[in-house]
């Protein structure tokens, strides 16, 4: 039997605990055999010792979040008692470098992960960068932020923010209004980056004057986009047609970002996406960057990782068999050909 005391040191124990003991209630179900009471600051855990460690080290690396990133939620305290490293992508709240702009009533924006760092840093340097992840890993929301900063720190004099107008695989059919009330519903995670960067007045006269434009892909033909920051989204459903139309558009003093993910294309079944394609034949051109990234810089529910981690299992055994079935096909092929060749 060994008995494990701990002061929480730094850190509010009710943000440890969680409100109504959340947080410790998860670690008391992980390890059912051991007892672990609070009082205060004052931490015991009593049990086999071996198992009392493990209990001290996760309250350990919760303390560590709460001081480096200050938050921790129930989903990253689920992630550590699962074995998973929640500190693999997080950047520290002491690294100054990860700010990218401050935003509403000047709260910093922040690059959360490595990678949406790598990002943001790429931009410093590269004049085009395609930014490729699965959803929920902030590629849209780091870009805007990077476009305000430019903009702010005036690099560029606006900010265009383009989509393909294509459906999610949904019919929406027809839709009252304006050009700008029919092309909104597509273009709303664009409204909800800005939202969190400028208050509501600024954001409409930046609005009203074209500083920042919203528009569908299609409206950036034949225009010549110069001093200015550009962010084609969602750009896993442009042809290729149209992401060389895209960008043939840019001007010598502008800066764009292409963000898209590979694994969610909603093109109808007899068109390809051309983003595979534009990365190939551009990623090792000079003043063109690709950042990938992963499941680990995704900053939604817990369960997203899950699923992308899920989705992308499916489809590799579905790429397997449809492999498995061509290679079956070719084999029966060769023996057709080779009885007949004997006859």
Not at 14 to 37: C, D, H, Q
Not at 96 to 102: G, L
Not at 216 to 226: I, K, S
Request: hydrophobic share 35%.
């Amino acid at each position: 039997m060994s008995e494990i005391n701990l002061t929480i040191d730094g850190v509010d124990p009710v943000a440890l605990y969680g409100e109504k003991n959340s947080k410790l209630n998860l670690v008391k179900g992980a390890f059912p055999e051991i007892r672990i009471t609070s009082r205060g600051d004052k931490l015991k855990i009593i049990g086999e010792k071996k198992i009392t460690q493990q209990v001290k080290e996760t309250f350990e690396k919760m303390i560590r979040m709460l001081k480096e990133h200050d938050e921790l939620s129930t989903d990253t305290v689920k992630d550590m008692l699962n074995g998973n490293n929640p500190f693999k992508s997080k950047i520290s709240k002491g690294d100054a470098s990860s700010t990218i702009v401050n935003g509403r009533n000047g709260k910093p924006i922040k690059a959360k992960t490595v990678n949406q760092k790598r990002l943001f840093e790429s931009s410093e340097t590269n004049d085009i960068i395609f930014a490729i992840g699965p959803a929920g890993t902030g590629k849209t929301y780091t870009a805007v932020a990077i476009a305000v900063r430019a903009l702010k720190n005036k690099l560029v004099k606006k900010i265009i923010l383009t989509r393909p107008a294509v459906e999610a695989g949904e019919n929406l059919g027809f839709l009252p209004g304006d050009l700008k009330d029919k092309v909104d519903p597509y273009l709303r995670p664009l409204y909800d980056a800005l939202d969190d960067m400028f208050p509501a007045e600024k954001l409409e006269h930046f609005m009203a004057n074209r500083i920042i434009e919203i528009a569908p892909l299609a409206f950036m033909r034949g225009r010549t986009l110069d001093n200015a920051f550009i962010i084609l989204d969602e750009a896993q459903n442009a042809s290729s047609m149209q992401l060389k139309m895209f960008l043939t558009r840019l001007g010598p003093s502008a800066k764009c970002i292409i963000t898209g993910d590979i694994s969610q294309i909603d093109l109808p079944h007899n068109q390809r996406s051309g983003l595979k394609h534009s990365i190939n034949i551009l990623e090792d051109t000079e003043g063109i960057d690709v950042v990938y990234l992963s499941v680990d810089d995704v900053v939604r529910h817990r369960l997203v990782k899950e699923i992308i981690i899920a989705y992308s299992k499916a489809d590799e055994r579905r790429k397997a068999e449809k492999e498995a079935k061509d290679k079956e096909r070719i084999a029966k092929r060769e023996r057709w050909k080779n009885s007949e060749e004997e006859e």
